[in-house]
């Protein structure tokens, strides 16, 4: 029993899938340039991980518990033994609860660990590469494996043409490890943030899901999963949080910009991209963020 939020009939498909591109374009580019100026300031990753899921969770846990309400009543109003109990997770997701854990680890949680881990070490050019510009060379590698598709000529051109491109940016500060340099970490650590973003991608695709229903899934996961852990990891001094000592107008706007924006809004968007255009084109429309 759907309890999705269906797009007013007045707008096409196509149509809609255009506005969620640029959509997340626009806040795509946004999250990086934001992102490298966060790491130059008083937050630790974690500490912007921790305020990124609060300020997503503010908004999209109420939701996805309002919608389980209403699945699990319209379920009981349609009666039988047989109607599987709609949601998961304390009632929170909307969907089941092996598709939030794999959807909420991989888009949600290890995601935004990896990607702020990399501003720490690497400049903002090298996220605007390696983040958007890899993730269609991972979703077409992966829409192989998971989804059956094949890759054209054109398309294996591009992925050369990718693979090129992360040589030039991350080659350099390898070659530089040598002699101390950190920017390499940085690099892996933005590649493997694109890794889980297009295996997110792949698996919406794959089932179907719902843009709405989707981001608020790995919104109550990485809700549920990171913030008693990292609570009690910041309390019992085994992680450095620095939430403490940061200014307040800081916490907000990370909890807006990051949760709000790069979440609710660019993760509605992003998904819905996904259902008109496909992972591999979607991951394609992405790469357009300016370096």
């Given at each position: 029993?759907?309890?999705?939020?269906?797009?007013?009939?007045?707008?096409?498909?196509?149509?809609l899938g255009l506005a969620a591109a640029v959509v997340t374009v626009v806040v795509w580019t946004a999250f990086i340039l934001v992102a490298r100026a966060s790491a130059a300031r008083s937050l630790a990753p974690l500490d912007?991980?921790?305020?990124?899921?609060?300020?997503?969770?503010?908004?999209?846990?109420?939701?996805?518990?309002?919608?389980?309400?209403?699945?699990?009543?319209?379920?009981?109003?349609?009666?039988?033994?047989?109607?599987?109990?709609?949601?998961?997770?304390?009632?929170?997701?909307?969907?089941?609860?092996?598709?939030?854990?794999?959807?909420?680890?991989?888009?949600?949680?290890?995601?935004?660990?990896?990607?702020?881990?990399?501003?720490?070490?690497?400049?903002?050019?090298?996220?605007?590469?390696?983040?958007?510009?890899?993730?269609?060379?991972?979703?077409?590698?992966?829409?192989?494996?998971?989804?059956?598709?094949?890759?054209?000529?054109?398309?294996?051109?591009?992925?050369?043409?990718?693979?090129?491109?992360?040589?030039?940016?991350?080659?350099?500060?390898?070659?530089?490890?040598?002699?101390?340099?950190?920017?390499?970490?940085?690099?892996?650590?933005?590649?493997?943030?694109?890794?889980?973003?297009?295996?997110?991608?792949?698996?919406?695709?794959?089932?179907?899901?719902?843009?709405?229903?989707?981001?608020?899934?790995?919104?109550?996961?990485?809700?549920?999963?990171?913030?008693?852990?990292?609570?009690?990891?910041?309390?019992?001094?085994?992680?450095?949080?620095?939430?403490?000592?940061?200014?307040?107008?800081?916490?907000?706007?990370?909890?807006?910009?990051?949760?709000?924006?790069?979440?609710?809004?660019?993760?509605?968007?992003?998904?819905?991209?996904?259902?008109?255009f496909g992972p591999v084109r979607s991951t394609m429309i992405t790469a357009l963020v300016p370096g």
């Amino acid at each position: 029993m759907s309890c999705a939020v269906r797009p007013p009939s007045r707008f096409t498909a196509r149509q809609l899938g255009l506005a969620a591109a640029v959509v997340t374009v626009v806040v795509w580019t946004a999250f990086i340039l934001v992102a490298r100026a966060s790491a130059a300031r008083s937050l630790a990753p974690l500490d912007i991980a921790f305020l990124r899921i609060c300020g997503a969770g503010l908004v999209l846990v109420p939701w996805g518990a309002w919608q389980v309400a209403r699945a699990r009543q319209e379920a009981a109003a349609a009666g039988g033994p047989g109607i599987a109990r709609p949601g998961s997770i304390l009632g929170l997701s909307p969907l089941g609860l092996r598709l939030t854990m794999t959807t909420g680890l991989l888009g949600g949680l290890m995601y935004a660990l990896l990607a702020y881990s990399g501003f720490f070490y690497a400049p903002a050019a090298h996220a605007s590469v390696l983040l958007p510009g890899s993730l269609p060379l991972w979703t077409s590698l992966l829409a192989v494996v998971v989804l059956g598709e094949r890759i054209t000529r054109f398309r294996a051109l591009g992925l050369l043409l990718i693979v090129a491109g992360d040589l030039l940016v991350g080659g350099r500060s390898l070659l530089q490890a040598f002699a101390g340099g950190q920017v390499w970490k940085g690099d892996l650590f933005f590649m493997a943030a694109a890794f889980c973003w297009a295996s997110y991608s792949v698996l919406a695709r794959r089932h179907a899901l719902d843009a709405v229903r989707a981001t608020i899934a790995i919104t109550v996961f990485a809700f549920v999963a990171y913030l008693p852990a990292y609570t009690v990891l910041a309390a019992t001094g085994l992680v450095a949080s620095r939430l403490a000592i940061a200014p307040v107008g800081e916490i907000v706007f990370q909890m807006l910009f990051q949760g709000v924006g790069s979440v609710v809004i660019s993760g509605i968007a992003f998904t819905q991209m996904i259902r008109y255009f496909g992972p591999v084109r979607s991951t394609m429309i992405t790469a357009l963020v300016p370096g």
